[in-house]
């Protein structure tokens, strides 16, 4: 791998000479003497590695235009001056803002697209990023076996610099610890080096006799290159928390696309119990699919003592959860119970404290008429064969009777959203391919604009009728089990072989889960294996700009209060990592339908080409076709040109500024004034 990555000093020679023959592109004299337009696109030269894929999934998930080069790809275009720059309207135009690069030469010793790149960034001051490399002096490092060290990097203590933090990864809080998720499995390799002339580390970490550079950036020849000395994917925590200063940097601080950390929690079922999962029987009583279980069912629910810490825990955490409630089948509960509830009345007292939302009255299936004397059920039919549907009248009531019972309490909610139990009235494949045709009128008829849906199901946004859905992340902590050993002792039968025990459902779906080597300890398992392994997996979501919503149950609040190990070592960690410019956006499901509603947008007009994009000296100016709004991201101090005057433009995050924007009114652009 190094001797494939080496240039040699006898290659840097010769890619020097070569940079002499290339010419600046061909202007006149007017345009050799106007600021050059640098329009607002990203080259990225790909050579199949996770590292370059890692950069891309991040310009893509923030929204950052870009254009690949498949270095591999049959007829791929050859990069060189006309490739790279043109002139438009008299002045001369750069086409993209950066490069990112495999490493320093990825086209060979002597190339001509090595240096027609190299003039350009030049000519332009336009940044690269070297994606992966090793550590050598061509990238402004001593070799590793001068005081630095190449190998595996698990576990590995990095730091961010006092350069880092006061440049492009001044929103981190300063560690950054790689990921060492198994002893079993390698899962990080790299090189530390020492710095030369010309180089600033940006994050370093402890090598023997001192500290050596992982990532820095290199000035040389009147060029910039963030030099990457470690490989990663897109999914591991070290490049996750890198990925916004790396674009920031490669942008200088002025892109298309922005980025947030989200993190809500819906909590399902609230004022309603859940059935308990059955050690003996590994199912559900009271579920159609539970042999055996009938007269052994068991409920679990939240109690006022519940409530009250769920309402200090969010003060202590600055966190508000959403109450998604089924007001219903908590009366029936009540009714059931002597006709009191306590609970009902703490978290009613404390209304004001949490975020609701309706998630139907009583709960019901609203897709077809279930036949759950099979396993797995099926929807019936009527004579002529056709489905039977929950009606719309029944689906209707199920919202409207929700939302008056809310109001009768006091509570306050927003009547455009709603979760339906299950998700149901949604399709559901294999059994029903197709959403209840009454589904769309009935959430019409209640004004709901925005539905949640399953995110392991469904990950995309859709219509219902005139609603959209927001997909919504499952958390793996069960809705059946009130008890960390209960979750434990499922966990177990779901992720154990059928040797070991358990439903060897793992053995039959390989490429969707692993077995556990053997089963977890019930008294330990959950707060030592599944706890950690939830809270990376929502962590990953948090650092992925995903601003999809995570799903849990009521009774992941009571008894053991399952969740909340969950929710602290998720916030605990991103609050250790990141400094308090950037902190997390936890925010309603109306907030992220219509985010996500944007960025579909916003992708289909830059697939389309329908966006212009570019910087011209102080002046940033972005066209999109009518009713897209852009996202933008721009240093502090970035103001906003109006009919008259100027406006401070977007909001304050992770050290820039940043909004979704559009022309105002008798404009027909977005009109930027940088600093």
């Known amino acids: 791998m190094v001797n494939k990555n080496r ?3 006898a290659a840097a020679s010769m ?5 002499m023959s290339v010419a600046v592109p061909a202007a006149t004299a007017e345009a050799a003497t106007a600021t050059p337009r640098i329009d607002l696109k990203v080259l990225v030269v790909d050579d199949g590695g996770s590292s370059v894929g890692a950069i891309t999934a991040q310009l893509k998930d923030t929204g950052v235009p870009y254009t690949r080069v498949d270095l591999a790809g049959a007829g791929r275009p050859v990069i060189d001056a006309a490739f790279l720059a043109d002139t438009v309207d008299g002045r001369p135009r750069a086409k993209y803002q950066g490069v990112v690069l495999p490493n320093e030469n990825p086209f060979g010793e002597g190339s001509a697209e090595m240096a027609a790149l190299t003039a350009y960034e030049t000519t332009y001051g336009i940044r690269q990023v070297d994606a992966y490399t090793w550590a050598h002096p061509g990238v402004g ?23 880092g933090k006061a440049g492009p990864f001044g929103y981190l809080g300063g560690q950054v610890t790689f990921e060492d998720n198994s002893a079993m499995v390698p899962e990080s390799y790299g090189f530390m080096a020492k710095p030369r002339t010309g180089y600033t580390s940006y994050l370093d970490a402890p ?3 001192g500290r050596a550079s992982l990532v820095g950036e290199y000035t040389h020849d009147g060029r910039s290159e963030l030099v990457v000395t470690f490989g990663y994917n897109q999914y591991q925590q070290q490049f996750r928390l890198l990925a916004r200063g790396i674009v920031d940097w490669l942008t200088q601080g002025v892109h298309l696309g922005q980025e947030r950390s989200y993190f809500a929690v819906h909590v399902d079922d609230v004022f309603a119990p859940d059935a308990r999962w059955s050690k003996e029987l590994n199912c559900t009583p009271g579920d159609y699919a539970c042999a055996g279980g009938e007269g052994k069912e068991s409920t679990i629910r939240m109690t006022a003592a519940d409530a009250q810490y769920a309402a200090q825990w969010q003060t202590s955490k600055n966190f508000k959860l959403d109450m998604l409630f089924n007001a219903g089948a908590g009366e029936e509960w009540k009714t059931a119970n002597g006709g009191t509830d306590a609970m009902t009345a703490q978290l009613v007292a404390d209304r004001a404290k949490f975020r609701w939302m309706n998630h139907t009255y009583t709960h019901p299936f609203l897709g077809c008429v279930q036949d759950t004397s099979a396993n797995p059920w099926t929807c019936t039919k009527n004579a002529q064969g056709a489905t039977n549907w929950m009606s719309r009248a029944d689906i209707s009531a199920q919202i409207r009777d929700n939302n008056n019972w809310a109001a009768a309490k006091g509570i306050t909610l927003d009547r455009s959203e709603l979760v339906t139990g299950e998700h149901s009235g949604l399709k559901t494949l294999p059994q029903q391919p197709q959403d209840n045709p009454n589904l769309a009128g009935a959430l019409a008829d209640n004004g709901v604009k925005w539905a949640g849906s399953d995110n392991s199901r469904e990950p995309d946004q859709r219509a219902v009728g005139a609603a959209l859905t927001v997909p919504r992340h499952p958390m793996n902590v069960y809705y059946n089990t009130g008890t960390n050993a209960e979750m434990a002792d499922e966990y177990n039968w779901i992720y154990t072989s059928r040797a070991d025990g358990g439903s060897g459902i793992c053995e039959d779906n390989p490429a969707t889960s692993t077995c556990l080597p053997a089963p977890l300890d019930t008294n330990t ?10 809270a990376r997996t929502a962590m990953r979501h948090v650092l992925a700009n995903d601003p999809r919503p995570h799903y849990v149950h009521q009774s992941n609040l009571a008894e053991d209060r399952t969740l909340y190990p969950v929710l602290n070592k998720v916030l605990d960690t991103y609050r250790a990592l990141y400094a308090p410019s950037a902190p997390i956006v936890n925010q309603s499901m109306k907030d992220t339908g219509v985010e996500l509603q944007r960025r579909a947008a916003w992708n289909k007009a830059v697939a389309e080409g329908k966006v212009t994009a570019y910087k011209i000296g102080k002046d940033v100016v972005v066209k999109a076709p009518s009713g897209v709004a852009a996202p933008v991201t721009a240093p502090n101090g970035t103001k906003k040109q109006l009919l008259l005057g100027t406006a401070d433009f977007g909001t304050a ?12 009114a008798l404009q027909s652009q977005v009109t930027l004034k940088l600093l």
């Not at 890619?15 to 940079?19: D, I, N, Y």
């Not at 076996?145 to 006092?162: F, H, I, R």
């Not at 959950?526 to 939830?534: C, F, G, K, Q, R």
């Open 7 to 9: 240039m040699n000093r």
């Open 141 to 163: 490092l001593e070799y590793t076996d001068n005081g630095g060290y190449s190998g595996q990097l698990d576990g590995t203590q990095a730091a961010v610099t006092a350069a």
């Open 525 to 534: 398992g959950y707060l030592d294996h599944i706890v950690p392994a939830e």
């Open 207 to 209: 090598v023997t006799g």
């Open 15 to 19: 890619a020097a000479a070569a940079l």
């Open 653 to 664: 995050y992770a050290g820039t500024r940043s909004t979704w924007t559009a022309p105002e």
